[in-house]
C-alpha cells in the first residue's frame, strides 16, 4: 500500500525559507515519478514540481529559481527546498507519485497524472 507523508510546513515571513519533506513506503520509491503540488483556499490544486528516475526535474513558472525539487532514493524521500517565499506560495502542499507517467516533462506538472497523494502540509508566508 503506497504511503506519502509529508512534514515541514510552517508559518514564515516573505523572503524566508522552508524545506519540505516527503516520506514515501509501500513500494519501490525509485520506480515512480513524485511531485510537488499545492492549493490555497478557494482555488484548485496545482502543480508546483516534479522529479523522475532519472533525475530530470520540472518546475511551474511561479516558482523557477525559488524552488527545488530533489530526492535520496536510499531514504525513500522526496524533497521541496522553498527560498524566497511569497504570500502568494501560502498554501496547503501535497507530495504526490505517479504510476501513470514515466518521465517528467517540461513544465508544470499536471494533477491527472498523479494516482498517490500524502495528506498535505501547510505553508504560511506573511508579508
Known amino acids: 500500500q503506497v504511503q506519502l507523508v509529508e512534514s515541514g510546513g510552517g508559518s514564515v515571513q516573505a523572503g524566508g525559507s522552508l524545506r519540505l519533506s516527503c516520506a514515501a513506503s509501500?513500494?519501490?520509491?525509485?520506480?515512480?515519478?513524485m511531485g510537488w503540488f499545492r492549493q490555497a483556499p478557494g482555488k484548485e490544486r496545482e502543480g508546483v514540481a516534479a522529479i523522475d528516475s532519472d533525475g530530470n526535474t520540472s518546475y511551474a513558472d511561479s516558482v523557477k529559481g525559488r524552488f527545488t525539487i530533489s530526492q535520496d532514493n536510499a531514504k525513500n524521500t522526496l524533497y521541496l527546498q522553498m527560498n524566497s517565499l511569497k504570500p502568494e506560495d501560502t498554501a496547503m502542499y501535497y507530495c504526490?507519485?505517479?504510476?501513470?507517467?514515466?518521465?517528467?516533462?517540461?513544465?508544470?506538472?499536471?494533477?491527472?497524472?498523479?494516482?498517490?497523494w500524502g495528506q498535505g502540509t501547510q505553508v504560511t508566508v506573511s508579508s
Open positions: 504526490a507519485a505517479s504510476t501513470l507517467v514515466g518521465t517528467v516533462a517540461a513544465g508544470t506538472p499536471y494533477v491527472y497524472e498523479y494516482n498517490y
Open positions: 509501500g513500494y519501490t520509491y525509485s520506480s515512480y515519478c
